[in-house]
């Protein structure tokens, strides 16, 4: 069989290190060099992993067309658009593909991507005279075209209240329940839950230190309810002797250790077959959290503290207006004006 490029993950007393070879199995220091830069940035694990398989990805591909990297320009990424466009690559897939190539470049010969001709790049958006930049008092910064693809425009699709009762009444267990309602009711990623330790969490203030991606922790708060089915969780279900981890497997030879993402995608696939539910996935729960609390009339700023969002801009994808919003307004409307014309 023909060796590839390939990413290794290598556990040292420092950490986990990940280390990309060629199909000689000799490493590639450019490319280590990189990724020891970006985890010495602060980036996590799970960060270097991704950036690693995208290089893995696109020096495949560089081998596949016999190019060489230095001397790559962007009609060879416009190339390599098309390609992962023929594998059917999602267009945020692509563009992340785009920006870690374009990041390794700089990062190992200190200047961008030479441009190229026959590239078309996103066009300006044209805001007509009126709008001068900063109404002429400075100068405007130079800002460099980037080859990318478009993304569609997705609107976030909330479980309603039927769908979320379903749901919950196929579960069988304590542990499932509590991992379902810390993204119910308290917006949580399903990394986020896993990570969860038992010492993160004070009944007497209800409170649960979460930490977010890149590491950043923040807190949220714990329903009644939710305490109860933790207290309930811990009496029946959790082995005594289990891992620091707040959520474990619960039967196995793994009796104990902490549940894994494969171990909880397993679940959530089982309760979509049980319930019929096919689109009820772990972030399915975590947007269902954020268009209640907006419903509910909470503070934008307090939601996007509570969701752990960079920027409220993504948070305020949740306060458009849902479909089953409308079809309730709509058939509210028609049961008062149903008498109206006789």
Known sequence: ????????????????????????????????????????????????????????????????????????????????????????????????????????????????????????????????????????????????????????????????????KIFIRSIRKYRDLAITYFMLHCGLRSIEVLNLKACDISYYTKEVVVRGKGDKERVIYLAQVLVQILDDYYRLERPQDASAHLFVVLKGKKTGQPLTRWGLREIFRYKRVVSGLIHANPHRFRHTCGADWVRAGMSLRVIQKLLGHENISQTQHYTNIFQQDIKDEFYKANERLKHRYG
């Open 1 to 164: 069989m023909e060796k590839n490029y390939q990413l290794k993950k290598v556990l040292e007393k420092t950490g986990i290190l990940f280390v990309l070879e060629d199909p000689a199995g000799q490493p590639l220091e450019n490319a280590n060099r990189y990724l020891e830069a970006i985890a010495m940035s602060g980036g996590s694990w799970r960060t270097v992993a991704t950036y690693g398989y995208d290089l893995v990805y696109f020096y495949r591909w560089l081998g596949q067309k016999d190019l060489e990297f230095k001397k790559i320009t962007e009609k060879e990424l416009s190339a390599y658009i098309k390609h992962q466009r023929e594998q059917a690559a999602a267009p945020r897939t692509i563009n992340h593909r785009l920006s870690i190539v374009e990041a390794f470049y700089k990062f190992c010969f200190g200047k961008p991507i030479p441009g190229s001709t026959h590239v078309l790049k996103p066009q300006s958006f044209y805001r007509g005279q009126s709008n001068a930049y900063n109404m002429g008092l400075f100068s405007r910064r130079k800002v460099q075209k980037k080859l990318r693809v478009k993304v569609p425009k997705t609107t976030i699709k909330p479980l309603d209240v039927e769908e979320v």
